[in-house]
């Protein structure tokens, strides 16, 4: 059973162990109330130590994840390193081998002036990005009383499971 339905059994059996005219008592509901508590109990705590385990696996799988990251931010430094290297003693010759082959070509890039910053050039030369909302602030100025046009606060609930 999944915990819905242990919900409705435990109020069925709830509902069958008191008889409403006379006010008796089931025994027989009683037991079964108690036995589906205990099985609802032990439900939530499987599910409970799912959650526990995901999410070691979690922080586990990010940890290799930010290992690799890092092997691969410091292979590519290497290569890049190397890269300069070899251009700055080819000096822009060409060079080949059966296994390689090295060819330069030229590029062009934009420098901005000594002394210039992006504020300095026409804004119709330069990429904004999209807004977006500083929560931080937002809750903030609601908790100090300040009204925000256009946003509101909803209260809810975050589990925590340890």
Do not use: W
């Amino acid at each position: 059973m999944n915990l819905y339905e242990i919900s409705e059994a435990v109020e069925t059996a709830f509902n069958l162990a008191i008889d409403p005219e006379t006010g008796e008592v089931n025994d027989d509901q009683l037991i079964l109330l108690e036995s589906l508590e205990m099985e609802k109990d032990r439900k939530i705590e499987n599910i409970a130590l799912l959650i526990k385990n995901y999410r070691a696996d979690a922080a586990a799988l990010k940890a290799e994840k930010d290992a690799f990251a890092k092997r691969q931010k410091q292979a590519e430094n290497r290569a890049e390193s190397l890269s300069r290297y070899l251009a700055s003693a080819l000096n822009g010759e060409k060079f080949s081998t059966d296994k390689c082959a090295i060819n330069f070509r030229k590029t062009s890039k934009i420098v901005l002036n000594e002394g210039m910053t992006v504020y300095d050039i026409d804004t119709h030369f330069l990429r904004m990005k999209e807004p977006e909302l500083d929560k931080q602030a937002i809750k903030q100025a609601l908790a100090d009383g300040i009204k925000v046009e256009g946003v509101h606060e909803e209260a809810g609930l975050s589990m925590t499971v340890i």
